[in-house]
């Protein structure tokens, strides 16, 4: 078993950037495969992002591809995701999961762990 936390989230003006972290304990953090997702008020919970368990390989949801940047530091337990570029659009609350397989990883009914959320405001 895996426990998440997220931090790094904020209000931030549009064009501005935010780097969220992710903090894992619990089993071997190098063996499972990461996500960010996302979910804004009255919608439903959105993937953002995917690392696969060395960080060598990185997924990204079309609509963030060139802003957003996950990375993972195996060695701290941690993985990252750097926004770039915020837009008013990207206001949600930002969620880390851990699973151990790869196959569709764009779903959040296939991570087993999840942290509690960090929210991220953009506003002028």
């Known amino acids: 078993q895996v426990q998440l936390v997220e931090s790094g989230g904020g209000l931030v003006q549009p064009g501005g950037s935010l780097r969220l972290s992710c903090a894992a304990s619990?089993?071997?953090?190098?063996?499972?495969?990461m996500g960010w997702f996302r979910q804004a008020p009255g919608k439903e919970r959105e993937f953002v992002a995917a690392?696969?368990?060395?960080?060598?390989?990185?997924y990204y949801a079309g609509s963030v591809k060139g802003r957003f940047t996950i990375s993972r530091d195996n060695a701290k337990n941690t993985v990252y995701l750097q926004i770039d570029n915020l837009k008013p659009e990207d206001t949600a609350v930002y969620y880390c999961?851990?699973?151990?397989?790869?196959?569709?990883?764009?779903?959040?009914?296939?991570?087993?762990?999840w942290g509690q959320g960090t929210q991220v405001t953009v506003s002028s």
């Open positions: 619990g089993r071997t953090f190098s063996t499972y495969f």
């Open positions: 690392s696969s368990w060395s960080g060598g390989s990185t």
């Open positions: 999961a851990a699973r151990l397989g790869r196959y569709d990883y764009t779903s959040p009914n296939k991570y087993d762990y």
